[in-house]
């Protein structure tokens, strides 16, 4: 049987381990810099209607 010490280290492992496994992808930072870019233009777009009214 584990004594509390190897227990502890064992959640700790675990726990460290999901932590790198759910680490977002590059995907995400893509997605957000589309974002981003996107919001940008927007403000753009909406900058250059308001001008033209």
């Not at 496994?21 to 919001?39: A, F, K, L, M, Q």
């Amino acid at each position: 049987m584990k004594n509390d010490k190897q227990a502890l280290e064992e959640a700790n492992r675990k726990e460290s381990n999901l932590k790198q496994d759910n680490y977002p992808s590059n995907s995400i930072d893509e997605h957000r810099s589309v974002e981003t870019g996107n919001i940008l233009l927007a403000e753009k777009e909406l900058g250059q209607q308001n001008e033209n009214l």
